[in-house]
C-alpha cells in the first residue's frame, strides 16, 4: 500500500499571534503533507500577513469575507488535493508524528471514516491530558465512548476526502457542535479509528475561548435533524447530549427562547437528565446571572477534571 497524501486545511479568523505555531506544526512533521491550506475567514487583524511571511511552496492561502468556521474548512476541502483531509485550528498545533501515526493506522484499517489520535489541552494552567480512550484501533461504539470521554476534536482529526461525497460537509452557520454535528453523520455509517498517541496540543487559554454575544444561528442544519428513530439509541443520545452542553451555552450568551426550544425537543433524553435539568435551571435564572455562574461551574468541573474527580 503506498503511503497516503494528506491536505491539512486551517481555517483562520483573527489568530496572528497563534498561526505561525500551528504553521510550523504542520510544516515539521516527519511525514510531508501534500499541501497545507489556509482559509482566511476576513480576519481584521494581521493572520493572513503571518501566513504569507513563511513564502512555503506548501503553503495555499485563500481569502474570503467572513463565513464562519464551517464555511472556511470546506472551502479548503473542495480546494484539497490529497486523499485525506487533516483539520487543524489555527491555535492548535500538532507534535512531529501525527500524519505518520495517521498513516500507520489507514494502512492496518483502510476501512474507517475517521482517524483521531490522544491529545494533550493546553491552558493557563499548564498542559493536562485529555481524557481520551486508551486503546488503539477502531473504537468499539464511538457514540457510547463518547458519553464519558473525548474519542475525536478537529484538530485531531483526519478524513478521507471521498467520504465528504457520501456524509456532507460542515454545517454552515452553525456556531457551536459543528463538529460533533459532522462526526455523526460519519460514525453512523463508518468506524472510527483512535490512537492514544498524545500526538496534538489542544488550546484552551482563556485568550482563545469565544466571549462573544449570543446572535442567533443562521443555518439550515441543526442538531435536532439528526435525531434518527432507526439510528441505535446510543447515536441519539450522544446527539442529545451535544445539543443540551450547546443550549448551556447560548442560554448563558442570552439565547433563552433557544435553549428552551432545545429542551424540549430532547426532553426525551434517558442518559442525559442531569444535564437537562442544568439547562432549565440556568435557563430559568436572570439573563444576567447566567454568565457569571456558567463560567464559575466550568472552572470547578475543569478543576476537579485535572484532579482525576
Not at 488550546?203 to 449570543?214: D, E, G, K, L, P
Request: net charge positive; glycine share 6%.
Amino acid at each position: 500500500m503506498s503511503t497516503p497524501t494528506f491536505s491539512v486545511i486551517i481555517p483562520l479568523y483573527n489568530k496572528e499571534a497563534e498561526v505561525a505555531a500551528t504553521l510550523r506544526s504542520a510544516l515539521e512533521q516527519s511525514l510531508r503533507p501534500l499541501e497545507v491550506i489556509v482559509v482566511d475567514d476576513g480576519s481584521t487583524d494581521r493572520s493572513a500577513e503571518v501566513v504569507v511571511s513563511f513564502r512555503s511552496p506548501l503553503i495555499r492561502l485563500i481569502r474570503q469575507p467572513n463565513a464562519g468556521v464551517s464555511a472556511a474548512r470546506n472551502r479548503a476541502i473542495a480546494e484539497a488535493r490529497g486523499e485525506y483531509v487533516a483539520l487543524l485550528d489555527a491555535d492548535d498545533r500538532w507534535r512531529p508524528g501525527f500524519l505518520a501515526e495517521i498513516a500507520s493506522m489507514i494502512e492496518r484499517w483502510p476501512d474507517c471514516g475517521l482517524y483521531v489520535t490522544a491529545f494533550d489541552i493546553v491552558s493557563d494552567e499548564g498542559l493536562v491530558p485529555g481524557r481520551t480512550p486508551r486503546e488503539r484501533g477502531p473504537v468499539d461504539d464511538f457514540f457510547t465512548r463518547s458519553m464519558s470521554c473525548y474519542v475525536a476534536i478537529p484538530s485531531a482529526s483526519v478524513i478521507p476526502r471521498t467520504l465528504f461525497a457520501e456524509v456532507g460537509l460542515f454545517p454552515v452557520g452553525m456556531k457551536l457542535g459543528e463538529d460533533q454535528y459532522l462526526w455523526t453523520r460519519i460514525a453512523r455509517c463508518r468506524p472510527v479509528c483512535f490512537s492514544p498517541e498524545r500526538l496534538v496540543l489542544y488550546s484552551r487559554v482563556a485568550s482563545n475561548r469565544s466571549n462573544a454575544v449570543y446572535t442567533p444561528e443562521r443555518s439550515r442544519h441543526t442538531l435536532e435533524e439528526l435525531y434518527d428513530a432507526s439510528a441505535s439509541e446510543a447515536s441519539n443520545e450522544y446527539v442529545a447530549r451535544v445539543a443540551l452542553g450547546k443550549a448551556l451555552v447560548i442560554s448563558a450568551k442570552g439565547g433563552t427562547e433557544e435553549a428552551a426550544r432545545t429542551v424540549r425537543f430532547f426532553g426525551w433524553t434517558r442518559l442525559n437528565r442531569r444535564l437537562l435539568r442544568k439547562v432549565r435551571i440556568l435557563n430559568a435564572l436572570p439573563a444576567a446571572w447566567r454568565p457569571a455562574l456558567l463560567d464559575a461551574y466550568n472552572r470547578l468541573a475543569w478543576r476537579l477534571a485535572r484532579k482525576g474527580l
